[in-house]
């Protein structure tokens, strides 16, 4: 989705009024990103919705500086997908995307039967022609769900499975990596660490900021969680992290929603992400820091499902599970990448709620809180108010957010959970309170705005009058630089830190300092 910006030039002059840019729009909620606009008079762009045409009116005023407003819904996936089986007939559903998929929307061919635990039965099963130890995860009916060597989950017929004393032998990174690039991922590379395997056909510095946010992520999470005494392990398989190196590319090996640039995959049980995205055109750094936040979201949920925390195709409640995920995922943009640790404030996720509440102007009577604590679906927002949800819970509820962080890990694989019956279970129902103690709380924590605290750049342009454009985004700088040095005219461009120094910067050169 693109918004336009028109700009304004002297109405005094003979030229065209109006000339169009287009802005590319970030997959998150975003308000205020794209180009300032400024000149003699200064331009003001109605702030609506970015698929309805953009009003502009000009000002007198040369002290103002206005911005667009993009604004997108942002859904991450986490994919544990099974289709359904329906009477005596195998056939599987059409597939369908899902903010969280229930298991009978993806993939696991399934009978409408109830399910029964796996008990740690070990069965022979056929893959490829050839007779593998297989785990049985849960029994459904006339069918296994079968933990396979390389850490896959399938659907098989008992009837098409012997038991066997054999011992289970996990796959090894070597051997996994071997079969991965002799089939669909032909000429990738790959990487391995003591507990990942990566493979990429991606620039090596996106290779390495991933690795860096995992490996040092990992680590992180165990730790607390055992800290929290909840019972975890090491993983029984290696963590697979699949990098695509343009956008095209992640489409083509699985069609997603617009805007989605990583997911899990609680079937394969591997990260799937991509290093090209449209949005790096238009304000790269916003781009990349969106892109790791969104990487370190879905290597939380790979690490959960893997240190025993959330058993595979259990399903949580919806503003638990991604709100948790947000919360352990809090990444920042240095000098490098880096995880930021556990609880501390996810940037783009506070900068979204404080987005929200400004245009609000008043607190919802709690229903803000309750619809996203019941959801079955979230949109962008409903990540950004389970991230804020759960920031206040682990800190002033924390005997009751750990009670029922454990009481969620006990939660079977496709146990059916009541939206909203743990949270009141835990915590009440007074969603009224809670949103202005939320609220509070927010207010008291540091954060840095992502989208004021991107490089941005000044256009000065010196021609019958002074013109200045100012924007994050390289590519459009350099268009606009060709533009407007036509005719003879002078151009200069500056680098500023931020957005505030950058308009105090062209401002006073507007002014003639």
């Not at 730790?223 to 489409?251: G, S, Y």
Request: glycine fraction near 6%.
């Amino acid at each position: 989705m693109a918004g336009k910006v028109e700009v304004c030039r002297d109405p005094k002059s003979s030229k065209p009024a109006l000339k169009t840019l287009t802005v590319v729009a970030a997959p998150f909620t975003i308000k205020d990103q794209g180009l300032l606009i400024s000149s003699f008079p200064s331009c003001r762009v109605s702030r609506r919705p970015v698929f309805r045409p953009v009003d502009l009116r000009c000002d007198s005023d040369p002290k103002r500086i206005f911005m667009t407003r993009i604004s997108i819904k942002f859904l991450t996936l986490v994919l544990l997908g099974i289709a359904c089986l329906v009477g005596d007939d195998c056939a599987v559903a059409e597939e369908r995307q899902f903010p969280q998929a229930t298991p009978e929307e993806l993939g696991l061919v399934l009978p409408v039967a109830p399910t029964r635990p796996g008990d740690q039965r070990r069965v022979l099963v056929d893959d490829d022609g050839n007779l593998v130890v297989g785990i049985v995860h849960i029994e459904v009916g006339d069918r296994y769900v079968v933990l396979m060597p390389d850490g896959q989950l399938t659907s098989k017929k008992i009837a098409e499975t012997t038991l066997t004393d054999r011992p289970f032998v996990a796959a090894t990174k070597d051997e996994i990596a071997e079969e991965l690039t002799n089939g669909r991922f032909k000429g990738f590379r790959t990487r391995t660490t003591k507990r990942y395997l990566y493979v990429y056909n991606t620039s090596d510095a996106f290779a390495l900021a991933t690795s860096r946010i995992m490996e040092t992520m990992y680590p992180g999470l165990f730790n607390f969680c055992r800290r929290q005494k909840i019972a975890v392990h090491d993983p029984q398989f290696p963590l697979v992290v699949i990098m695509f190196r343009t956008q095209d590319e992640f489409e083509k090996y699985r069609s997603m929603p617009p805007g989605l640039v990583a997911y899990y995959n609680g079937l394969s049980n591997h990260v799937v992400m991509y290093e090209q995205s449209k949005l790096t055109e238009v304000a790269p750094e916003l781009a990349f820091k969106q892109s790791i936040s969104t990487i370190a979201h879905e290597g939380v949920h790979q690490i959960l499902h893997n240190i025993g925390v959330q058993q595979r195709l259990s399903r949580w409640p919806l503003w638990f599970s991604e709100g948790l995920a947000e919360y352990f995922a809090p990444t920042e943009l240095r000098r490098r990448v880096r995880w930021k640790g556990v609880g501390l404030v996810n940037d783009l996720r506070m900068h979204e709620i404080r987005e929200y509440y400004k245009k609000q102007g008043q607190f919802t009577d709690g229903k803000l809180l309750r619809n996203t604590v019941e959801a079955t679906q979230l949109d962008s927002l409903g990540y950004a108010t389970s991230w804020a949800l759960i920031n206040y819970l682990a800190k002033h509820k924390r005997a009751n957010f750990y009670d029922y962080l454990r009481r969620a890990s006990e939660i079977e694989p496709m146990e059916s959970v009541q939206p909203g019956s743990l949270f009141r279970e835990f915590f009440g129902d007074s969603y009224e309170k809670l949103e202005v103690d939320v609220f509070n709380h927010l207010r008291s924590q540091r954060y840095v705005d992502p989208i004021a605290n991107q490089t941005h750049y000044v256009l000065m342009v010196l021609g019958q009058q002074r013109e200045i454009v100012i924007t994050s985004s390289p590519q459009q700088l350099q268009k606009l630089r060709r533009e407007k040095s036509k005719g003879g005219r002078r151009v200069q461009i500056k680098a500023f830190p931020n957005r505030e120094t950058a308009q105090i910067a062209g401002q006073q050169w507007l002014r003639g300092r």
